[in-house]
């Protein structure tokens, strides 16, 4: 996975005193590259961590560090997401990473090469320890934070995408390997050995306070 650094004026360079506790996901309504123009343009006043799309629909383009604060999802309005729910009034953008899909526009939806990249992307974030957990508490799309201000953002099957998620995780934390077996006879020449090496402890013992006893 390679990640090119764009860059973007529209940020604040710091979390408010939050730490970043879900990805949020969005389609850009556009493609790629004319998203890297609006996030250059500072009377935008939008952006995200990342973007993905482009000619090979695979491209990831960061425009904000994870430490600092992108301008993607708020305000939250009638938010029907868990976390922001939970999280009240504090803006969304201050615990939140934000991805943008290439898609959106002119009935073109989000490329199944987009979608997949993005969940590698996002399954390096849960492996990085961004997220705590691969779940719909920290994987969230930005209708959920504003429901009626931004219905359509983005047109995703969110259940598959954190089963692609959950596999790429597989991939880049393959689970470690179990230690073999042991059986009975390989145990019990073990526990030999060990008994051996005591009872000669015991006699060379014996033997030494045997001599200071003289
Ligand atoms: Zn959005």
Redesign the pocket.
């Known amino acids: 996975m390679k990640i090119d650094w764009y860059g973007s004026p529209n940020f604040d360079p710091s979390r408010f005193g939050q730490k970043v506790e879900c990805v949020?996901l969005?389609?850009m309504g556009g493609t790629l590259y004319a998203c890297d123009s609006h996030f250059k343009n500072p009377s935008a006043k939008v952006s995200a961590h990342y973007g993905i799309g482009g000619n090979s629909k695979r491209e990831i383009h960061q425009y904000v560090k994870l430490e600092h604060t992108a301008w993607?999802?708020a305000p939250a309005v009638n938010p029907t997401a868990q976390i922001v729910k939970d999280k009240g009034a504090i803006n969304p953008n201050f615990y939140s990473i934000g991805i943008?899909m290439e898609g959106g526009y002119n009935g073109i939806g989000i490329d199944p090469s987009t979608v997949d990249e993005c969940s590698w992307l996002v399954a390096q974030l849960y492996v990085d320890g961004w997220i705590k957990e691969v779940s719909r508490y920290t994987i969230i799309m930005?209708?959920e934070i504003n429901p009626f201000g931004?219905p359509l953002?983005?047109n995703l099957d969110i259940n598959n995408f954190l089963k692609l998620v959950n596999d790429k995780v597989k991939q880049l934390r393959p689970e470690p390997p179990k230690p073999p077996v042991e059986d009975n006879k390989t145990k019990i020449k073990k526990l030999n050995d060990e008994n051996k090496k005591l009872a000669n402890t015991i006699l060379s013992n014996c033997i030494e306070i045997e001599k200071l006893n003289k």
Do not use: A, F, I, N
Request: hydrophobic share 20%; aromatic share 10%; with cysteine.
């Open positions: 949020v969005h389609w993607h999802g943008e930005h209708k931004k953002c983005p």
